[in-house]
């Protein structure tokens, strides 16, 4: 079992910046790939980045590279997600996810979320 819990989420205007957080406790976090994923009212959840067990592969979406950074601390249990150049469409609450293998991109692969962080981008 893994908990997950988000925190950094906020109001900002656009072109500003946030960084999310996501704690991990339980086991192992070290086993597992980490995502980011996003869900605006009214959509469906999407990916927005993720970043294997070492850290040394990223991957994001379209929408968000060049713009967000994903990051891990495997000796802080921590995952991090840097949001630069925030737009209005950006606006979503922000989940964090893990996952023992199996494609990064879609959230059937993940095993545990967490709660979920709300970012408000004003134009």
């Known amino acids: 079992q893994v908990q997950l819990v988000e925190s950094g989420g906020g109001l900002v205007q656009a072109g500003g910046s946030l960084r999310l957080s996501c704690a991990a406790a339980?086991?192992?976090?070290?086993?597992?790939?980490m995502g980011w994923f996003r869900q605006a009212p009214g959509k469906e959840r999407e990916f927005v980045a993720a970043?294997?067990?070492?850290?040394?592969?990223?991957y994001y979406a379209d929408s968000v590279k060049g713009r967000f950074t994903i990051a891990r601390d495997n000796a802080k249990n921590t995952v991090y997600l840097q949001m630069n150049s925030l737009k209005p469409e950006d606006t979503a609450v922000y989940y964090c996810?893990?996952?023992?293998?199996?494609?990064?991109?879609?959230?059937?692969?993940?095993?545990?979320w967490g709660q979920g962080t709300q970012v408000t981008v004003s134009s």
């Open positions: 996810a893990a996952t023992i293998g199996g494609s990064v991109y879609y959230t059937p692969a993940y095993d545990y």
């Open positions: 339980g086991r192992a976090f070290s086993n597992y790939a």
């Open positions: 970043i294997s067990w070492s850290g040394g592969s990223t």
